[in-house]
């Protein structure tokens, strides 16, 4: 699912209950960019990477709403939104 413009990036895999993908909210990858995602990373302070497909850009105008990975969390967590 990596488009070539998000490149050079990394990730990490949990697979110890089930596989679960994180990917840093920032896009360097320096020496502390590494250190930093890997101290969110052990913290457990960074969501799940969420495969999905890109935001439909009628999502919200249809009866039935469309939601996909890329915008759940602000969608589906937003107390003003009746989810």
Same mark, same amino acid.
């Given at each position: 699912?990596?488009?070539?413009?998000?490149?050079?990036?990394? &990730?990490?895999?949990?697979?110890?209950?089930?596989?679960? =993908?994180?990917?840093?909210?920032?896009?360097?990858? %320096?020496?502390? %960019? =590494?250190? %930093?995602?890997?101290?969110?990373?052990?913290?457990?302070?960074?969501?799940?990477?969420?495969?999905?497909?890109?935001?439909?850009?009628?999502?919200?105008?249809?009866?039935?709403?469309?939601?996909?990975?890329?915008?759940?969390?602000?969608?589906?967590? %937003?107390? &003003?939104?009746?989810?």
């Amino acid at each position: 699912n990596l488009k070539k413009e998000e490149a050079p990036t990394m &990730s990490l895999i949990n697979l110890v209950d089930e596989m679960s =993908i994180f990917i840093p909210e920032t896009a360097g990858i %320096d020496e502390s %960019d =590494i250190r %930093d995602f890997g101290n969110v990373f052990m913290d457990c302070i960074i969501k799940q990477y969420l495969l999905s497909e890109d935001v439909p850009e009628v999502w919200d105008k249809v009866p039935v709403k469309v939601l996909v990975g890329k915008y759940f969390y602000a969608v589906a967590f %937003d107390k &003003s939104k009746n989810v």
